[in-house]
């Protein structure tokens, strides 16, 4: 992979001379599935390798980023549940703290431009700074993390390895991080296969499919089942929370309420549902969306009028959304603990 390196480098170099500086480009061994729209991620900013992979992974699972190494990145991100939070509603920071929102899940991150559920942050290599100084979370300093992972035995030569310097900086280390995370793709699902002829939907799961295609669909577009955008789902809003969601970025009146749409890939293993984990099964949020709307000035204009499906109707439309699992991606040893960690 260092040779891929070289080879990157090269392309940039020539590209610049051939007056195509501004071509954007995906490296030949990230994984751009078929059916896929072009990554928005900015690889030339922090080209993909083997080495810078490897790094970000350890770093991702390594919990000396918090203050008193206890909690890692994997703590709330765990690959077995696409990547999300399942032990609790909320996710948990050092000394049992509780945060404000439940963990995103984190795949096909690629193809993102807004992060978190108010999209405070629209860099993928500045993403880890929240969690890392948020008193909630990992309550550290990037200072003090770099400081620990130059003292460390195995972290300099493996940022030589990455980077070509055994000099650690907080910047290096999060192009690592984004280098692991931002490789996170999921797209061999039933649903995958079905699109590419190699497998079928049941009766079922394909009366599920048009179900979702004439209710969910302007939302959760295919084939990331996400638009990246922001919608008020007619949750009631918890009191104890007072989540106002991308309004506290905005500070827009207009964007009250109005939360991140979440990808609908591996949704059968992503509980608890919703910024806030008020749902912990599938059929609640069908039931939400069946009947439990809340009204409001910011509500979705999708949502202005209730699915109103049969209980049989639901049970097909959940039988479309398990074809999203994509198990080869929650079980692949390649993004799961490393070895020798």
Not at 13 to 25: A, E, P, Y
Request: proline share 5%; glycine share 6%; net charge positive.
């Amino acid at each position: 992979m260092r040779k891929n390196s070289a080879i990157l480098g090269l392309t940039i170099i020539l590209f610049s001379i051939l007056g195509f500086s501004k071509l954007d480009f995906t490296p030949i061994y990230f994984d751009v599935p078929e059916n896929f729209p072009k990554p928005i991620y900015n690889f030339k900013n922090n080209p993909l390798s083997e080495e810078g992979f490897e790094l970000g992974r350890k770093l991702f699972y390594d919990p000396i980023l918090s203050k008193d190494s206890t909690i890692s990145c994997a703590s709330c991100h765990l690959q077995q549940t696409g990547f999300a939070h399942v032990d609790h509603d909320l996710s948990h920071g050092i000394d049992g703290k509780i945060g404000m929102r439940n963990a995103l899940t984190l795949q096909n991150l690629a193809w993102s431009k807004h992060f978190q559920y108010d999209g405070g942050v629209n860099n993928l290599e500045v993403q880890p700074l929240n969690p890392i100084t948020s008193a909630m979370e990992m309550n550290e300093t990037v200072e003090n993390v770099v400081k620990k992972l130059q003292f460390s035995q195995q972290y300099p030569k493996l940022f030589k390895q990455a980077f070509g310097s055994k000099k650690i900086t907080g910047q290096l280390t999060l192009k690592a991080l984004a280098q692991f995370v931002v490789s996170l793709t999921t797209s061999n699902s039933k649903y995958d296969k079905v699109l590419r002829k190699e497998d079928k939907f049941t009766e079922m799961e394909q009366k599920g499919y048009e179900l979702f295609k004439q209710n969910c669909a302007s939302c959760h577009k295919e084939p990331l089942f996400t638009s990246d955008q922001f919608e008020n789902n007619g949750l009631p809003i918890d009191t104890t929370l007072n989540d106002f969601g991308r309004m506290k970025i905005t500070q827009n009146p207009t964007d009250s309420l109005r939360f991140k749409v979440p990808t609908l890939r591996n949704i059968e293993f992503t509980f608890p549902y919703m910024h806030d984990g008020r749902f912990k099964k599938l059929n609640e949020v069908l039931k939400h969306y069946n009947t439990g709307i809340q009204q409001s000035k910011t509500l979705s204009k999708q949502l202005k009028k209730p699915l109103n499906l049969t209980d049989h109707q639901r049970t097909e439309l959940l039988a479309f959304l398990k074809t999203l699992t994509d198990k080869e991606f929650l079980f692949h040893p390649k993004y799961g603990f490393p070895k020798n960690n």
